[in-house]
């Protein structure tokens, strides 16, 4: 039996609780709710748990209220959370009012060490070994303050950062642009215009200092990096791991945006000798200037992470896939192979260079197979749920001179069954990965430009909202993207297991495009949306908002703009709409 708790004020009935129970209320009584039929509530009725109090009607007849029920399913029914929009806001200096953006320029080159608010360009660069002695290590240390709080534009302490872009413009003059790659990290420590040198970073390795290194204590990982810049051009790279801890708490000191440097100079030289100009704060034309854009959401978001080894994670299975010398076909000599990932400390992966029309090629195309198992269920990505962001995180190998890249790399949703015997050639009609040919789907995302040890935020939100609404799960691709250089990165076989691969999600209820019938907004279409319609009908709304209603009845709304139904009995929908016409003809006897 289903109970209400109702009270009567003037004509007007308010629903103040909800349970649901399995027998008549009492001995003799006519008040009733009869499972998978209609059932007649009367005035007297009392139930036990609260439902906050929604007005249903207005009415002064004994019969107030009418429920269809299939089951245990009910028309009454709670909506999921309130719909909550995805604020996006920026910060660059002299734009809207914003003026909180400070960048200072330090250098193993003292002379060329000074605050950057006062010049136009800033100077990016790594260390050349082949200079006696090996210098060249230009860093860039940026901070935009005042971006947390409750004033406008800020960015409310506690959100959860969906989006996250730091936005460089590379200059004109000289020999602006740059190959990369140059990635950035978050400061851990303060800085200033004069306290703050490249050499009072201190590094416990042969280098006296390698700047506000990640490895020497003083930044987090690099979590963005920028590859390719031509002169002129606009790139933003992600931060959103960074602006998410100080949206968390942690102090915002900034961000170091560097070369970066390996352990040994012989082995680790930096990721690269060809240097960048950026346009500064001081630059004259506000909309060139460093910006921070930020994305963020104040609802409920449920966050889940899965990681080989970490919290008893153990659903990771990766393979590194090679062709033979020639790409197109199947190498006969034994060159073409697949590995299991988790085997190897760091594999790499490298792209195709063709030398002819036959296909021969001057370098093997390894692509990677990602798959990561059982991230749905209890205590894992909810299935009720919209798929509000969610990221495949890798993070570059740190223990070879080439393990960065200056990309590009691309991420796809893998179409095709595979394992550790799939080979390179027999993948699809055509050998490799093929968009075309139906063994990829086209690129979820691309990132340019790695530096060792950075962590890549693959955005693959698609790919597991796919997932949640029934897709067949074949795992993730990755591969070169128009790139013949290599990239070394942490398998699930890494000794580092906070550097093995992981797979970041966010689930939430984020708006979208309006969901026919969804009176409430909370993105789905329930008996809570009817109730609504009811105590509107004839008001707000009509016979065809109830036909709307009755159309996407048990559809949950993604985070984007389509629409996923849920499956629900066969039933249920001739059920429901007998119901709605039974309660609307009995509603117009009641209403005074």
Avoid at 120 to 148: C, E, K, T
Avoid at 542 to 565: V, Y
Wanted: hydrophobic letters at 40%.
């Amino acid at each position: 039996m289903l109970n209400l708790s109702y009270g009567m004020s003037e004509k007007k009935l308010r629903l103040s609780s909800l349970s649901l129970l399995g027998k008549d209320s009492g001995e003799g009584s006519k008040n009733r709710l009869l499972l998978g039929r209609f059932c007649v509530v009367d005035s007297f009725f009392v139930a036990q748990v609260s439902f906050g109090g929604i007005e249903l009607m207005t009415a002064h007849y004994k019969y107030l209220f009418r429920a269809a029920l299939v089951g245990v399913c009910c028309v009454v029914l709670l909506g999921a959370a309130t719909a909550q929009d995805i604020v996006t806001t920026s910060f660059q200096n002299g734009a809207n009012g914003y003026t909180g953006t400070f960048d200072r320029g330090i250098s193993d080159v003292a002379s060329q060490e000074t605050d950057l608010g006062g010049v136009a360009y800033g100077w990016l660069d790594g260390v050349d070994i082949s200079l006696s002695p090996p210098v060249g290590d230009r860093q860039i240390l940026m901070r935009f303050d005042n971006i947390f709080g409750t004033g406008q534009n800020q960015i409310p302490t506690g959100a959860t950062i969906l989006e996250a872009e730091l936005i460089l413009a590379t200059g004109l003059a000289g020999n602006a642009q740059t190959g990369g790659p140059f990635g950035v990290a978050g400061l851990l420590q303060a800085f200033d215009s004069t306290t703050s040198y490249f050499m009072d970073f201190e590094s416990a390795t042969e280098f006296e200092s390698r700047g506000a290194w990640w490895k020497d204590g003083y930044a987090t990982r690099p979590v963005g990096c920028w590859g390719f810049m031509n002169p002129g051009t606009v790139g933003g790279t992600n931060v959103v791991p960074i602006v998410q801890s100080w949206a968390n708490g942690s102090p915002n000191y900034g961000f170091v945006i560097q070369a970066g440097m390996g352990d040994l100079l012989e082995a680790g030289q930096s990721n690269t000798t060809d240097g960048w100009a950026i346009r500064t704060t001081g630059f004259p034309y506000s909309d060139q200037r460093p910006k921070l854009e930020v994305s963020y959401t104040t609802a409920e978001v449920i966050k889940t992470s899965f990681q080989e080894g970490t919290n008893g994670y153990t659903g990771t299975t990766m393979a590194i896939v090679s062709s033979g010398p020639n790409a197109l076909i199947y190498d006969e000599d034994g060159s073409e192979i697949t590995v299991d990932a988790s085997l190897t400390e760091q594999p790499y992966l490298d792209g195709v260079i063709f030398t002819d029309s036959a296909g021969n090629t001057n370098s093997q195309d390894r692509f990677g197979l990602l798959k990561f198992d059982n991230i749905f269920g209890s205590g894992a990505v909810p299935t009720t749920i919209p798929v509000a962001k969610a990221w495949a995180v890798i993070t570059s190998g740190d223990d070879h001179k080439d393990t960065r890249s200056q990309g590009s790399w691309s991420i796809h949703t893998m179409l095709r069954p595979w394992d550790f015997t799939t080979l390179h050639s027999n993948i699809g009609a055509v050998a490799g990965l093929q968009v075309g040919d139906n063994d990829i789907s086209p690129a979820l995302d691309i990132k340019t430009g790695m530096i060792q040890g950075s962590e890549i935020w693959f955005d693959v939100t698609d790919y597991v909202e796919g997932l949640r609404t029934g897709a067949v799960d074949y795992g993730l691709a990755i591969q070169a993207y128009n790139t013949g250089d290599g990239w070394f990165f942490h398998s699930n076989g890494s000794s580092l297991t906070e550097a093995r691969p992981r797979l970041v999600v966010y689930s939430a209820f984020l708006g979208g495009e309006p969901l026919e019938g969804d009176f409430d907004g909370d993105l789905d279409v329930d008996g809570a949306d009817f109730l609504i319609w009811q105590q509107g009908f004839g008001t707000t709304y009509n016979a065809g908002d109830l036909a709307a209603w009755q159309s996407n009845f048990g559809t949950i709304q993604s985070s984007g703009p389509m629409a996923t139904a849920i499956p629900e009995p066969s039933t249920l929908l001739l059920l429901m709409g007998a119901a709605i016409a039974v309660a609307c003809a009995r509603m117009r006897s009641f209403v005074a």
